[in-house]
């Protein structure tokens, strides 16, 4: 194999590194040029092999997208590129490359590009059609779409992407600025968004806003959701016995606790959020426990679900809505992935991480981490272990947070320290009145209190629902396929996650989101 293709300590090779090689630069002439973006005009940051598309036609991902017809493409390389992968490039090889589909450089500039990344007779073809075409609009003053182009290109280029610079990072973080808590009048460092970040900000409270509309297709369909196995993932703890270790003490506070007053109030709680739509099985993840399993196959596959998914989503879980929740969760396992230190304040999280629980939140989920995941949850913290174990499968658990500890003790945020199982046995005992398990009572009650304290609150959105939606803004905000979102940001926490604001991205709400 070439030396220029099994280079000893690789750098990382992203398309702003392709679009300045000079190669591609002559390839795509003076009005192939003229479709990238200003940054892209500036000499190469350094020179490329010519062949890079043998590296392309290697990687695990492009192989994935061809499928069957990799293997007719492979007959239009050399036999060296036949070997196992030298390393895999980034998904969004053609994301960084405008998307104006009206301008008539864009056929001849994206036929180029499937030109050189594409190896089926079928691609290569259409990539030179989509070429030719596109250099006769030029040439003619007409308007030519790039419509033509393979659907590969298609699928890497995301039609929909704005900004493709953030599908492997997360936007720059700007200079703090000072600012007075409102509540206790003392100064503070605030995040304070670059221009970038602003522009970035609008066009994803956009995107959301058509998303949570409902307007997309859903990566895993709702309907279909299912729990992992919980024997997959057995508990550290069971946190029913987590109460005082005197018995006069456990009468009572059951006598509070457990009152008929309280139990009523469970009832009537799970009843009214059985009368709302989309309230039960809402820590079904099977679907997203299927996918690591498939990329990282059954032993690390569940290991990576149950840290990655189950346990960060617990760690970060304090004072956050379920989206905020998912986007600190993610944010900490890209951290972790990159070899990132763990910021020390908000203003120190890019955009659109933040808010006044996120610190607190990321330095429990680092902590829990140190700790080795999930191991490190147990009676010092029942409600993340709970929690956690539900994603996980387990239907025994309950996870008595903020909405079920206040709907059954007024003003409490949380059972007190040695109670948390007091708590989670009437709940139990309630759940077999009504013939559900303790999750299922939990999660559909949760919705009933909910809407007692607000009733705007009349759907629920199981959480298969709020990945579906993060998968779907972070394709249109940068281009990376779905699949590869999945796979490389949910999966292999390679990939920044992008959300809408939730209540811990707004610095002065409370934890009303807390689940």
Do not use: C
């Not at 070997?83 to 180029?112: C, H, I, M, W, Y």
């Not at 969760?329 to 955009?351: C, D, I, V, W």
């Amino acid at each position: 194999m070439p030396d220029e293709l099994n280079p000893i300590q690789p750098p990382p090779i992203g398309i702003s590194d392709i679009a300045r090689a000079s190669w591609l630069q002559r390839m795509l002439g003076e009005a192939g040029k003229a479709m990238l973006p200003k940054y892209l005009h500036e000499p190469p940051m350094r020179e490329l092999p010519a062949d890079l598309s043998g590296r392309v036609v290697q990687a695990p991902w492009q192989q994935r997208l061809l499928g069957a017809a990799g293997k007719v493409g492979q007959a239009l390389v050399p036999e060296y590129l036949h070997e196992p992968p030298v390393r895999d490039l980034p998904a969004d090889l053609s994301g960084k490359v405008p998307t104006n589909q009206l301008d008539p450089g864009s056929a001849a500039a994206f036929g180029l590009i499937d030109l050189a990344t594409t190896f089926t007779p079928a691609g290569v073809a259409k990539g030179a059609i989509a070429a030719g075409a596109g250099v006769a609009a030029r040439q003619a003053g007409k308007r030519a779409p790039r419509a033509a182009g393979s659907e590969l290109g298609a699928i890497l280029r995301g039609a929909e992407a704005q900004f493709p610079q953030y599908a492997e990072r997360y936007p720059a973080i700007g200079p703090p600025v000072e600012a007075i808590d409102p509540k206790s009048g003392q100064p503070y460092l605030q995040k304070a968004l670059t221009p970038e970040a602003e522009e970035f900000k609008a066009a994803r409270t956009k995107i959301a806003k058509d998303v949570g509309a409902g307007n997309y297709e859903p990566y895993f369909d709702p309907s279909k959701r299912f729990y992992p196995d919980p024997a997959n993932y057995p508990p550290n703890v069971d946190t029913r016995t987590i109460v005082p270790k005197k018995e006069a003490t456990i009468a009572k506070d059951m006598g509070a606790i457990g009152s008929d007053e309280v139990r009523a109030q469970l009832q009537a709680a799970y009843a009214r959020g059985k009368e709302m739509a989309d309230t039960g099985d809402w820590y079904a993840m099977g679907q997203l426990e299927e996918e690591f399993v498939k990329e990282l196959g059954p032993e690390a596959g569940r290991k990576a679900f149950q840290d990655r998914f189950a346990t960060s989503m617990a760690s970060t879980t304090g004072g956050a809505d379920p989206t905020s929740n998912l986007l600190m969760a993610q944010y900490h396992n890209y951290l972790r992935q990159k070899g990132l230190p763990t910021p020390s304040a908000a203003h120190e999280m890019p955009f659109p991480i933040g808010g006044r629980y996120a610190t607190g939140n990321m330095q429990m989920a680092e902590k829990i981490s140190e700790l080795g995941g999930f191991t490190g949850l147990g009676e010092a913290n029942p409600k993340r272990h709970n929690f956690a174990q539900n994603f996980m499968g387990n239907r025994r658990a309950a996870t008595m947070d903020e909405q079920m500890t206040s709907g059954m003790t007024p003003g409490l945020m949380m059972p007190p320290p040695g109670k948390y199982g007091l708590y989670e046995q009437v709940l139990a005992e309630e759940a077999a009145k009504a013939g559900v398990d303790p999750m299922n009572f939990q999660e559909v009650g949760w919705a009933g209190f909910k809407n007692l304290k607000d009733p705007k609150y009349t759907t629920g959105k199981p959480m298969i629902k709020e990945v579906n939606e993060a998968i779907e803004r972070t394709h249109r905000l940068t281009g990376m396929p779905r699949q590869e979102i999945v796979r490389r940001g949910l999966v292999r926490s390679e990939i920044p996650i992008y959300g809408v604001a939730g209540a811990a991205a707004l610095p002065m709400l409370g934890s009303e989101g807390d689940r």
